[in-house]
């Protein structure tokens, strides 16, 4: 039996065709849960990432109680120290836990606080010093010394409001495109003091397809 040109590609494709979407394509289409579901367990630092990211945001913007958010963020973190633990060379998955623990210190005492603060330092740290221009991790960095300084006890770990600026310029200059940076510089620069520098950094993250 002859087979058609059209109906053999079809046949080729159709493993293809039949996969489940990528973590990043749901994270990007909004289906976060379907996102960290598929990732969770991925063999791939990219697909591990977008779970990470995922549950992060649920915790974040979806889950309607502490209790639910907490169980999001420590998902996100597993996720996270999975990458670590698959791609210990790799700047994303330290950068992800460390995104991850900056919402959890949200709901954490004040000596549990104390320790995370360290630790989300030394993740971002680590993750720059295995990809110098990664813009997300300045942009972590930058709001550490902010959240720290700010709450009264950054002098503990050398946090200062003095670097929060530098730290944003540095990130804008890595990704000019990046509309989450932009958009929390200008909030920076609102807690700073500096409103109209911070009109220009929203204006500019509106203005970013």
């Known amino acids: 039996m002859r087979i058609r040109p059209l109906a053999l590609l079809l046949l080729l ?3 293809v065709l039949a996969q489940a979407p990528a973590p990043r394509v749901l ?21 591990l990432a977008a779970a990470a990211e995922a549950a992060n945001l ?3 913007y979806r889950a309607k109680s502490d209790a639910e958010r907490r169980a999001w963020l420590e998902r996100a973190q597993e996720t996270a120290r999975r990458a670590i633990r698959l791609f210990p060379d790799a700047a994303e998955g330290y950068y992800q836990l460390a995104h991850a623990q900056a919402e959890v210190i949200r709901f954490v005492g004040v000596l549990a606080k104390l320790g995370l603060a360290s630790e989300i330092k ?3 740290e680590r993750a720059l010093e295995l990809d110098g221009g990664h813009a997300r991790a300045v942009m972590g960095l930058a709001l550490w010394h902010l959240q720290l300084a700010k709450r009264g006890f950054g002098w503990l770990y050398g946090a200062s409001l003095g670097e929060v600026v530098p730290l944003f310029e540095w990130a804008v200059s890595l990704d000019p495109g ?14 700073l003091g500096r409103p109209e520098a911070a009109r220009k950094q929203l204006e500019a993250a509106l203005a970013l397809p």
């Open 58 to 60: 649920i915790a974040q």
């Open 27 to 47: 994270l990007q289409l909004g289906e976060f849960e379907a996102a960290w579901t598929q990732g969770r367990n991925a063999e791939r630092l990219g697909d």
């Open 122 to 124: 030394r993740n971002l």
């Open 178 to 191: 990046s509309v989450e940076i932009r958009k929390n510089y200008g909030f920076a620069l609102m807690q």
């Open 13 to 15: 494709f159709a493993p």
